[in-house]
């Protein structure tokens, strides 16, 4: 495709349930990022991916979030007993490191509500 | 710890005057500076990016400085309309790849 997408666009769950959040990034871009972002805490980071390299999950807020990347393209983000205050819009970007200094490319986000 | 701070918050100005938005970063060890917009309930748009090299990047009516000593940049959009109506955010990377946001301006021109 011609950018970064996201499904579903809007996910709305009850607490406890677990979650799937999906990003396709653009064609060829080597890494891939999640961030959040929510009104009390902004945009943050949570994970990023670079081709075959152990991926950097220092933003990760606990271990009930995790992350994978299949053939080194699609990803998914999961999230097991979600929880209130884990409502935010979640972002998934793409790029191609090396080139033009990294500029990353973001998807139209999934908006997650947990009641 | 790197931390971006964007000032004013919020902005409002009648259309055609030029926009001044203002990014500072505390750790001017970054690789890159970019300047995203927002529309309400999308996702971000990147607008430009600035090499930690270069001092200014520029593209139609937006012009993005970079003083990396003093760690600030400066957006500027000139004779504004109101479709430039968004939250303007930037973002610096540091070593690790992942970038670290600013809180955001948000900008109403008003017709």
Redesign the interface.
């Known amino acids: 495709g011609a950018g ?1 997408s996201q499904s579903p666009s809007n996910k709305v769950t009850e607490k406890g349930k677990d979650v799937e959040l999906r990003c396709d990034p653009i064609s060829g871009h080597t ?1 891939l ?1 999640w ?1 959040r972002q929510s009104l009390g805490q ?4 949570l994970i ?1 991916f ?1 081709g075959n390299s152990a991926p ?1 999950k ?2 990760l807020p606990s271990d009930r979030f995790s992350a994978e990347r299949t053939g080194g393209s699609v990803s998914t983000l999961t999230i097991q007993r979600t929880q209130q205050e884990d409502s935010a819009v979640y ?1 998934c ?1 793409s ?1 191609l ?1 090396g080139t ?10 999934t ?1 997650l509500t947990v009641l | 710890k790197q931390e971006v701070t964007q000032i004013p918050a919020a902005l409002s100005v009648p259309e055609g005057e030029n926009l001044v938005l203002n990014c500072s970063f505390t750790d001017s060890a970054i690789y890159n500076l970019q300047w995203f917009r927002q529309d309400p309930g999308k996702g971000l748009t990147s607008l430009l990016l600035i090499q930690s090299s270069q001092r200014e990047q520029t593209s139609g009516r937006l012009n993005a400085s970079l003083d990396k000593s003093s760690g600030r940049s400066t957006l500027y959009i000139a004779a504004s309309q109101p479709g430039d109506s968004a939250t303007y955010l930037c973002a610096v990377e540091a070593a690790g790849n992942k970038l670290t946001f600013g809180g955001g301006t948000r900008v109403l021109v008003k017709p």
């Not at chain 1, 902004?42 to 980071?45: D, Q, R, T, W």
């Open positions: 970064v890494a990022y961030y902004g945009l943050e980071f990023y670079q950097d220092s933003g972002l970007a790029s490191v033009r200094g990294n500029e990353q490319f973001f998807g139209p986000g908006r």
